[in-house]
């Protein structure tokens, strides 16, 4: 049996319901109608299906677990099971962590030191040596060059 319902209808009765009760901010709205319609699948079909069709879409974890959140949003307002969905959303959001520290202990070993960038400042000439002073040591933003 075909679901009838479109996303952009069950989104927009979540948020008339969500309104109503005064817990959505404009934007929060103005993102979920973007979200919703631009899931190419029926957000009330089976857990399994919309994982998989998650990841086939969505390489980008971010992006997949915003999606995911919007769909999990929507079944439970219109009763439909989660639990998978959630177990999905929460080992993702594990390796989107381990993933942030992963790289933040990459770009770590990246960095130069405060002595190798003030070396290279004072090997400058010219304008380039007064920018590049004002900007590391006065903490002049290129603002307000």
């Known amino acids: 049996m075909p679901l009838k319902n479109t996303n952009l209808q069950l989104i927009k009765d979540f948020i008339k319901h969500k309104k109503d009760e ?6 929060t709205i103005k993102n979920y ?54 177990k999905f959303r929460n080992s993702l959001r594990d390796t ?16 130069p030191t405060y002595e190798t960038i003030k070396e290279k400042i004072d090997n400058l000439q010219g304008i380039l040596y007064i920018v590049n002073y004002l900007i590391f040591f006065i903490s002049l933003r290129n603002a307000d060059i």
């Not at 994982?51 to 009763?79: A, G, S």
């Not at 989107?96 to 990459?106: H, M």
């Open 33 to 86: 109608t973007n979200i919703g319609d631009n899931i190419p699948f029926n957000i009330l079909t089976t857990q399994p299906t919309i994982i998989k069709k998650l990841k086939d879409l969505y390489k980008n974890l971010n992006t997949l677990l915003v999606n995911l959140n919007l769909v999990i949003v929507v079944r439970k307002y219109n009763e439909k099971e989660t639990d998978k969905l959630i």
């Open 96 to 111: 989107i962590t381990k993933k942030r520290k992963d790289d933040l202990k990459d770009m770590n070993d990246d960095l």
């Open 22 to 27: 005064g817990t959505l901010s404009q934007q």
